[in-house]
């Protein structure tokens, strides 16, 4: 059977709708027809020009990231632009690029909702909600109330963390932990008044870590709250295309920060 860019981006799209994306994002397909062939199709979180230069090695003719490669208006497409040079090497080798970004964070089972199963989380809710069931971010319950070193410990060995930034430990026990996945400074004042203890999330700017007493943020990175939306596109595209290539990129950390 012969499938097109149109019947991948239905199966992304019934799982991670493009009607619930932010008003400022561009999830969706921005380089390729949806009409075109697809044999094989390569995923990574961030759409560079190595990974575009991996989709023309492995054959792949579609490209599914997390973050669009375009996120405003281009003015000029160059070759001494990243984003100019991803642009100009999918297009001469015909391949299409698609983004699940804020689509796929606002749905329970997409990146927050990773990020909650990671920490074995119940009673998982949206924390940020839009009305409909999609929102940012979670909130839960732990199995049992820790102290901050002992979450601290959690967070780093369940995210694989060499480090991470965190607001003065609170003194009492964490029992209810809220997150988002990427930057979620915005949600700082939901994650409090959802009754939470702690919040996880990246991108955490410097005045935000004065946090009042009984509220601890952790600062896990942008990368590393993410990461695992890969996977669960992959484990999405291999159940419903189980006849041509689904690949993970062999560069799978793209992150652009580097820890010393």
Known sequence: MEYKVKDVTKVIEEFAPLSIQEGWDNSGLCIGSPDAPVTSVLLGLDCTPELVDEAIECGADMIVTHHPLIFSGLKKISPEDQVGEAVIKAIKAGISIYAAHTSADKVIAGVSGAMAARLGLQNVSI?????????????????????????????????????????????????????????????????????????????????????????????????????????????????????????????????PIFYF
């Open 127 to 255: 924390l940020d909600e839009d009305g409909d069931g999609t929102g940012l971010g979670v909130v839960g319950d732990l199995t049992q109330p820790l102290s901050a070193s002992e979450a601290v410990a959690l967070v780093k060995e369940r995210f694989s963390l060499k480090a991470m930034r965190t607001s003065r430990p609170v003194d009492g026990k964490i029992s209810r932990v809220a997150m988002c996945g990427g930057s979620g400074g915005s949600l700082i004042k939901a994650a409090s008044a959802s009754g939470a203890q702690l919040y996880i999330s990246g991108d955490i700017s410097y005045h935000n870590f004065f946090t009042r007493e009984g509220f601890m943020i952790m600062d896990i990175g942008h990368y590393e709250s993410e990461i695992e939306i890969v996977d669960i596109l992959f484990s999405l595209l291999r159940k419903n295309f189980p006849t041509f290539a689904v690949r993970i990129t062999q560069n799978i950390y793209s992150n």
